[in-house]
């Protein structure tokens, strides 16, 4: 089993829907989450960076932890053709240790 | 210029060439990584600097050999690879080692590799 788990789409919505990505993991100790946003060609750039379980808002994106399922999501309101691009998750445990990628899930918002 | 950067942003070569990969970070970070992203697969560690010195080498074959100067700059020389080493190669840097500090990890563009 992978220690994290990403859908890797392609996830293709209308201009103006609400997105959501998701990450399952295997590993308890992961403690700090993150969302990265690549765009073709680009490297990966840090959308939203959170410890332990919640939420935690940024204009249009939303990132949710939920410690007890081991499972993440990142959601976008009011989608935009400019969020057309691969969403990576990222987690790590507490102590440090190995940073873990999912394998990206490729969304295009299409106007 | 602020931010990672990464030189060449393409590159094609045969299998017997040698070349090199160069990552400059102006972030004022201590520690400086290669990763590989092949499609459709995680990105995997390749090999991480904390202030200059080699803290991991994640079993990568000798026919990549990395070099960090200083904590700005870092290169990956490339010779003899394999068709199956094409694939986009992403440098990044951190204040300190993510692997014992949680800090966030900031990538270039990366160098897109094509090995014929």
């Known amino acids: 089993q992978k220690e994290v788990e990403q859908d890797p789409g392609p996830l293709s919505v209308p201009e103006g829907a609400i997105v959501s990505l998701n990450c399952t993991y295997s590993?308890?100790?992961?403690?700090?989450f993150m969302w990265y946003r690549q765009y073709s060609r680009k490297g990966p750039e840090l959308l939203m960076y959170?410890?332990?379980?919640g939420n935690k808002e940024d204009g249009r994106f939303t990132a949710q932890v939920d410690k007890s399922s081991k499972y993440i999501s990142l959601f976008i309101r009011d989608s935009q053709p400019s969020d057309s691009a691969t969403y990576l998750c990222?987690?790590?445990?507490?102590?440090?240790?190995?940073?873990?990628f999912g394998q990206g899930t490729e969304l295009s918002v299409k106007p | 210029e602020t931010g990672v950067t990464q030189t060449p942003r393409h590159l094609v070569m045969g299998m017997t060439n040698k070349k090199s990969l160069k990552c400059e970070q102006h972030?004022?970070?201590?520690?400086m990584y290669w990763y590989k992203q092949s499609a459709k697969k995680p990105l995997e560690l390749m090999f991480v600097?904390?202030?200059?010195?080699?803290?991991e080498n994640n079993s990568v074959p000798s026919r990549f050999s990395p070099e960090c100067p200083n904590s700005s700059h870092l290169f990956l020389h490339l010779h003899t690879l394999q068709p199956e080493d094409s694939a986009l190669y992403l440098c990044?840097?951190?204040?300190?080692?993510?692997?014992?500090?949680?800090?966030?990890?900031?990538f270039g563009s990366g160098t897109q590799l094509s090995v014929l």
């Open positions: 959170t410890y332990s379980s």
């Open positions: 990044a840097s951190s204040q300190d080692d993510i692997q014992a500090t949680n800090e966030k990890l900031f």
């Open positions: 600097y904390n202030f200059k010195e080699q803290t």
């Open positions: 990222a987690m790590i445990g507490n102590q440090g240790g190995k940073l873990i």
């Open positions: 972030l004022g970070h201590n520690a």
């Open positions: 590993n308890s100790a992961f403690q700090y």
